[in-house]
């Protein structure tokens, strides 16, 4: 099999993996958990507190109200710890409010949609398209264009390097594929500032959309896999075993500087994915010229450069398989995560790496013991097809840019049990301040039996924000079940809640507690 034939083979799969991503819709990072007031509310007035919850912290990228009668304006909001708070828009009187909001996850994705409410009538509803940018696709299949372009060429560089000069036909692409990273990152870095603002290709230009490119991560990274292409270029030309070495690195480091590394919930994502990177560098990257290189070899001269080119391979397969467990098992993994389509593209993405395993198996049991005897084996077709897997895989986790991993769920709302000798209670927030809340209770006696009191009032204090007393009254839903109307908790808190039950004109029992955020799966 002639070298060209075999890169004709992994870049026809390459293109279908890139069509397939192409078509594809994003899917939120950050999870979007809730808002005050709800989506779709009918309220008397404009609220004095408007607040979106998600599962991390975000970034304010782009905030617009439009107002009944269609006018827009700019809105100002502030980020805390997982709630983005926004300032209320002008009264424009009755009818439909609409909150288009786009946020930047931790590992610097965006993510976009519409917080709907309206005053006295509803007139309208959220503008189509305010879930989503279709430039996400766009992002993922110039980053998986250029991140193959990038692991082909610094691969052979490598190879060149560490075992013989690359055959013709490969460093006829591998050259040119270097010279393609810096276009075809620059196409990704404008994809990407427009993915962040929600705009469509025709504001490719606009100095809105490359601000917001040059600051996101993104930016970092492409930077990195340019040096490291022109450095991979260097080495193929000149053979500069210095320059392909720190290729090599750089192009792993480039993957650490942006995605989900960035996000997750150890700094061990870090050095952990830049070994999964050098690893998968080498690996993927030097099946091509090894299958191209088997083709004028005699079956003694293949076996013979099969075995020495899989000591270091075998290491590398160690690092990149145990690496890859490591980003899987520090995600929070559940029963519910295998539903998810991070948790179907990843076992797709295995499946095809037992696949590559199994080849390279094949070649180290098989292959070269019948080589050595002198008899034929098809290695040049087999290692052509494992390069050609290894740029499926690569595109597949690409895709995780469109089904990201499992986040940490979002802490249960604040909640207190309060137990004494003469009543006890179990009061609860609505939702996790600040944001406008409504408290729930259930009352009973000391014997555990459900009681009502003539009256029930509430005070919480945050006494380290210095905000408070706010008084409110609850009222009756059903026996021992009370609530109150939404009060608006300035600050995050903690809340220190004081409750008083008016028993009878001469008896009153007071019942103290601080309102304590619960993890989900903690005690």
């Given at each position: 099999?002639?070298s060209?034939?075999?890169a004709?083979?992994a870049?026809a ?5 890139l069509?397939?991503l192409?078509a594809?819709m994003a899917?939120?990072h950050a999870?979007?958990r809730?808002?005050v007031?709800a989506q ?7 609220p004095?507190?408007i ?20 006018r ?9 710890a997982t709630?983005?708070t ?6 424009a009187?009755?009818?439909?409010y609409?909150?288009?909001w786009?946020?930047?996850s931790?590992?610097?994705?965006p993510?976009?949609?519409a917080?709907?409410?309206?005053v006295?009538?509803?007139t309208?509803s959220?503008?189509?398209?305010a879930e989503?940018?279709a430039t ?5 299949a110039?980053?998986?264009a250029?991140v193959a ?8 560089a490598?190879?060149?390097?560490l075992?013989a000069p690359v055959?013709p ?6 050259t040119p594929?270097?010279v393609l990273?810096?276009p075809?990152?620059?196409?990704w870095l404008g994809?990407?500032g427009?993915?962040?603002?929600g705009?469509p290709?025709?504001?490719f230009?606009q100095?809105?959309v490359?601000?917001q ?5 993104v930016a970092r990274t ?9 450095l991979?270029l260097?080495?193929l030309?000149?053979q500069w075993?210095l320059?392909?070495?720190?290729a090599?690195a ?5 993957f650490?500087?942006?995605?989900h590394a960035?996000?997750a919930?150890?700094?061990?994502a870090l ?8 690893a998968?560098l080498?690996?993927v ?7 191209a290189a088997m ?6 001269g293949r076996a013979?450069f ?6 270091p391979a075998v ?5 990149l398989?145990?690496s890859?467990a490591g ?6 993994l559940?029963?519910e995560?295998l539903?998810?389509?991070w948790a ?6 295995l499946?095809?790496?037992?696949a590559?395993l199994?080849l390279?198996l094949?070649?180290?049991?098989r292959?070269?013991?019948?080589l ?7 290695v040049?077709?087999?290692i ?6 290894g740029?499926v895989?690569?595109c597949?986790?690409m895709?995780?840019?469109l089904?990201?991993?499992?986040t940490t769920?979002l802490a249960?709302p604040p909640?207190?049990?309060?137990h004494?000798?003469?009543?006890m209670?179990?009061?609860a927030?609505s939702?996790?301040?600040?944001g406008a809340v409504?408290?729930?209770l259930m009352?009973?006696?000391?014997d ?14 945050d006494p380290?924000?210095?905000i408070g007393?706010l008084?409110?009254?609850a009222k009756?839903d059903?026996t ?9 908790l300035?600050s995050p808190?903690p809340?220190?809640v ?5 028993i009878?004109?001469?008896?009153q029992v007071?019942?103290t507690?601080t309102?304590?955020?619960?993890g989900m799966?903690?005690?």
């Open positions: 099999m002639k060209t034939s075999i004709g083979m870049f799969v390459l293109l279908g993996l069509s397939l192409w594809s899917n939120a999870e979007f809730g808002s007031p779709d509310s009918l309220l008397d007035g404009v004095a507190v607040s979106l919850e998600f599962s991390e912290q975000v970034g304010v990228l782009a905030l617009t109200w439009h107002l009944p009668g269609g827009e304006v700019a809105a100002v909001g502030a980020a805390g709630t983005l926004v300032q209320p828009p002008p009264d009187g009755r009818g439909t609409v909150l288009q786009r946020v930047a931790a590992d610097g994705h993510v976009g949609g917080l709907v409410f309206s006295g009538e509803v309208g959220a503008s189509p398209g989503g940018s996400a696709s766009a992002t993922v110039f980053r998986a250029m372009a990038l692991v082909l060429s610094v691969g052979a490598v190879f060149q390097t075992f055959p036909g490969v460093a006829r692409l591998a594929l270097a990273v810096m075809l990152g620059v196409l994809a990407e427009l993915d962040r603002l705009l290709f025709g504001a230009f100095d809105d490359w601000g490119a040059l600051a996101s991560p492409v930077a990195l896999a340019m040096v490291a292409a022109a991979a260097g080495a030309l000149m075993r320059a392909a070495f720190s090599w750089l192009a792993a480091l480039s650490t500087l942006s995605g960035l996000s919930p150890s700094w061990t050095p952990l994915t830049f070994l999964h990177g050098a998968l080498f690996w990257g030097s099946l091509l010229p090894l299958a083709i004028p070899l005699p079956p003694a013979k099969l075995r020495r080119f899989s000591r290491a590398a397969v160690l690092v398989v145990g890859g980003l899987i098992l520090m995600r929070p559940a029963v995560t539903a998810t389509p179907r593209l990843l076992g797709v993405k499946a095809l790496v037992a590559m199994a390279a094949w070649h180290r049991a292959a070269v013991p019948q050595e005897r002198g008899q034929a084996a098809p040049a077709r087999t052509g097809l494992e390069a050609a897997l740029l895989v690569l597949l986790a895709g995780f840019r089904a990201p991993p499992p769920p249960d909640s207190v049990h309060i004494t000798t003469k009543a209670a179990d009061v927030l939702a996790t301040p600040p409504s408290v729930s009352l009973a006696d000391a555990f039996v459900p009681f009502d009191p003539q009256e029930v009032r509430l005070d919480l204090t380290v924000a210095g007393p008084t409110v009254q009756r059903e021992g079940v009370w609530s109150t109307a939404p009060v608006t300035p808190g809340w220190e004081r409750l008083m039950l008016l009878s004109d001469f008896e007071t019942l507690g309102l304590a955020t619960i799966g903690q005690p």
